[in-house]
Each structure stands twice: as C-alpha cells, then as structure tokens.
C-alpha cells in the first residue's frame, strides 16, 4: 500500500516507517525536517512539510491509499492547539485528495478512556503537565470522529522504547485505573500496520497495553 505517514521523525513515526518498509509498503514521511530522518530506502520518499501550513500538505497527501498519524510535541505547558488544528488540516488535505483510511495515534487518558492510564497519570501527570495537551488531544479525538472518513483511534498506554511484540492487549476497554499499563513504540507501529486494512477498529477508538 501506499503510506503517508505523519510525524516521520519522531519515535513511532520512525518505528512505523522501519516496518512499513519490511512490510513491503511505499511509505511517504511527512516531516518538518528532512536531514533528522536518519532512513534511506528506495521505496520511502520524504516530503517537507508542517501540519499547521495547509498549503504545504497538497503534495504529500496525494495518491496515498492511508494516512498515520503519530503526530506529537513537547509544549506541555503551555495553552496548545497543534494536534487539533494539525489534524484538522490533515483531515481536509485528506478529503480533498480523496483518501479516506486515517489511523491516528492519540493516549490512553482521553475522552472515553479517561483515567485508564493509571492513578499516578490521572492525579499527578495529567492534571499538572499534561492538562493543555490532553486537551488538546481530547479536541483532537473529537474532529476525527465527526469527519467522513474512515478512522481508528489508537490509544497506547505509557510508551517505551523497549522492543516490539506482535502479542499485546488492545480493545477498546484495555487500561487500569490503577496502575499504569506500558506498550513500546514497536508493538504499537506493529498493530497499527496490521489494521491498516481490516475492518475490527474502524470507527473505534482502541487502547493498546502490553
Ligand atoms: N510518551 C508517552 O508515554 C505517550 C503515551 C501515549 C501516547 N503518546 C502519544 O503518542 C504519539 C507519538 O509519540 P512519540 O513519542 O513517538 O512522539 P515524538 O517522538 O514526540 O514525535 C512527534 C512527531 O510529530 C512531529 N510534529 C510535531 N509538530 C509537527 C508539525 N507542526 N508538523 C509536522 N510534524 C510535526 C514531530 O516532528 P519534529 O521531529 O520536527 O519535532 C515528530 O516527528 C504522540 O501523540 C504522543 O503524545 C505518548
């Protein structure tokens, strides 16, 4: 298939790139910043571009069969709109090129799945960090579920880097209120380019924990 992936520089985005490719797929690399994507390979082409420019979206997102998003940042601090707006001009460079699968990465903790991402998350980390930027993903959750295309939220717990594991629990009540689930980059890169194609999450959103 042919992969636009969003965020191509960062941790998942470079881990959803790497198995993309193994997998056999043409991916495209959505990023700010060309020279930090260390990947070369003849099926991966990289296109310069930031979400928040509209303008610079038309070419990466045309002739593309799929759209991950495993857009972030590190603004915690601070009022953000990045993710939302971001996805919502993906969202439009999407229906104006006629791609409708669109598997978005957000977290555990939002919306539907609130407090699922542990005690620790809910009374410390979330409320006195991350509030701006839960926020914001909640907003973000919520443009993707009204658009017209065809979405699967994928919620993972705490990410790591550790390795990837092609056995993991995901459904769409995974998580503990309690103690905080983990999941690495890797096994979430890998679920997400199983469900590519099938049908079990879409219109979804699913949580994904070891
Ligand atoms: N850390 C956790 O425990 C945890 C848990 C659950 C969910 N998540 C979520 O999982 C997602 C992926 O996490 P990660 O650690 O892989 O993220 P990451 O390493 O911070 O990567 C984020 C990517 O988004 C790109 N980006 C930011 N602003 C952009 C813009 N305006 N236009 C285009 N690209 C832009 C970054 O580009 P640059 O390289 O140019 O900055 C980077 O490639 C995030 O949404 C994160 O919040 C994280």
């Given at each position: 298939m042919k992969l636009l992936i969003i965020g191509g520089t960062g941790k998942t985005g470079r881990e959803l790139i790497k198995q993309g490719l193994e997998a056999g797929h043409t991916i495209t690399a959505l990023v700010r910043n060309p020279k930090k994507l260390k990947i070369t390979h003849k099926k991966l082409k990289v296109k310069k571009s930031d979400v928040l420019l509209p303008e610079s979206l038309d070419l990466?997102?045309?002739?593309?069969?799929?759209v991950i998003?495993?857009?972030?940042?590190?603004?915690?601090?601070?009022?953000?709109?990045?993710?939302?707006?971001?996805?919502?001009?993906?969202?439009d460079a999407m229906q104006k090129h006629h791609v409708t699968r669109f598997i978005c990465i957000t977290s555990l903790g939002i919306n539907e799945s609130r407090f699922k991402l542990g005690i620790y998350y809910t009374l410390f980390t979330i409320p006195l960090i991350l509030y701006f930027y839960f926020l914001d993903k909640s907003k973000q959750e919520k443009l993707i579920m009204k658009s017209h295309l065809e979405w699967t939220i994928v919620r993972p717990g705490q990410l790591t880097n550790g390795k990837k594991r092609t056995t993991y629990k995901h459904s769409?009540?995974?998580?503990?209120?309690?103690?905080?689930?983990?999941?690495?980059r890797a096994s979430v890169a890998h679920f997400i380019l199983q469900n590519i194609t099938s049908l079990t999450y879409k219109y979804k959103a699913v949580g994904i924990v070891n």
């Open positions: 990466p997102f045309q002739d593309q069969d799929a998003s495993a857009l972030g940042h590190k603004r915690f601090f601070i009022k953000t709109s990045i993710l939302s707006r971001g996805t919502q001009n993906c969202i769409t009540k995974v998580g503990h209120y309690i103690f905080t689930k983990m999941i690495s």
